[in-house]
């Protein structure tokens, strides 16, 4: 096992853990930065993002590279590993991962938020055979196909809009009468023939044999079960934070996510929280990077008092 020591590491390469990066390399100090899956976060699943200032226009993925391509023309270090705890040490932290124990003086959690899932019989078995939590990544293995959404915010009818470009056919099926998601997409979702509403009903199972065939259907006002068939099921009920690796050096909220004021600095010395993974009310591109910009500077400071 190797040790690698750096000013700061920062834990997720989301636009949180990528704007902090920025900073902390501008401000010279050594940087490592840790990713579990790929980079870019959750903004990589956006097909059109329309509300980040300067870029009126752009897919997430590719606001996710041109992020990326800002810290490798700094030299950035990136490392693909999953951060599976911290450790205290005499002067900072270890990140421990699913590889290698790197140590820092100062570590910028940025880990973002992953999906809720439906927690119904078969979903688990039918993850990548049906089950995606993705339109805009997963969409084209559905093509003339019928798919269902479930969800009632704005992942939920963005995806079903997305999805009705490709598919045959789109159900979006909600456990409420009314959806929470925007005017525009409201607006939006009343002109598109091949999205069928299903409100009032909830998912309870998934069934098919090596692929999801169909979804039971179950009404919530009147009880009425019954078998829709679907090839793709995509949820879009929700996000968890992914903060609990941590919990025992850092203090969390009762829903688990980290605990930071304005500074970004979490319950621990030495130790950030930026973007959604942090305790706060909006979560969006321009708040992560907002955070991400704040733990940076925060994280600078920190180590430059403790000379
Ligand atoms: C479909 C969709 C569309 C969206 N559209 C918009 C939009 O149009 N405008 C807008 O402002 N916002 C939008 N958002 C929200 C926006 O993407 C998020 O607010 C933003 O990505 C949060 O950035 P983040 O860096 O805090 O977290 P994330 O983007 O979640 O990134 C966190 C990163 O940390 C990594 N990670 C997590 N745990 C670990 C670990 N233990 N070790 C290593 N790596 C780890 C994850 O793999 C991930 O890459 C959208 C979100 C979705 C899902």
């Given at each position: 096992m190797q040790s690698n020591q750096y000013d700061i590491i920062i834990v997720g390469a989301g636009p949180a853990g990528m704007t902090a990066a920025l900073y902390t390399l501008r401000a010279g100090k050594s940087t490592l930065l840790l990713e579990g899956q790929t980079y870019g976060g959750q903004i990589v699943q956006s097909r059109k993002v329309e509300n980040y200032p300067g870029a009126p226009e752009i897919g997430g993925a590719e606001l996710a590279e041109q992020m990326m391509a800002q810290l490798r023309a700094l030299d950035a270090k990136v490392v693909s590993a999953h951060a599976t705890g911290l450790r205290k040490t005499v002067d900072g932290y270890e990140v421990l991962t699913d590889g290698d124990v790197y140590s820092a003086s100062a570590v910028i959690l940025a880990t973002g938020v992953g999906h809720r899932k439906l927690g119904v019989p078969g979903e688990a078995q039918f993850i990548g055979r049906g089950v995606s939590f993705c339109a805009t990544c997963d969409g084209m293995f559905f093509r003339r196909r019928e798919v269902a959404v479930v969800g009632g915010g704005n992942t939920a009818v963005q995806d079903a809009l997305v999805l009705s470009e490709i598919c045959a056919k789109v159900y979006l099926i909600?456990?409420?009468?009314?959806?929470?998601?925007e005017k525009h997409l409201l607006d939006r979702l009343a002109k598109v023939e091949n999205i069928e509403l299903i409100t009032d009903t909830v998912v309870t199972e998934m069934k098919g044999e090596f692929t999801l065939q169909s979804v039971t259907l179950r009404n919530?006002?009147?009880d009425e079960v019954r078998e829709l068939a679907v090839s793709g099921v995509f949820e879009a009920v929700g996000v968890l934070p992914q903060n609990a690796a941590f919990a025992d050096v850092v203090a969390l909220s009762s829903d688990g996510y980290l605990l930071a004021g304005d500074d970004c600095?979490?319950?621990?010395?030495g130790i950030f929280a930026a973007g959604d993974c942090r305790q706060k009310r909006v979560r969006q591109l321009t708040t992560a990077t907002a955070d991400g910009t704040v733990a940076a500077l925060s994280a600078c400071e920190y180590i430059d008092n403790k000379k």
């Open positions: 909600h456990r409420r009468d009314g959806f929470r998601a919530v006002k009147t600095q979490a319950s621990a010395p």
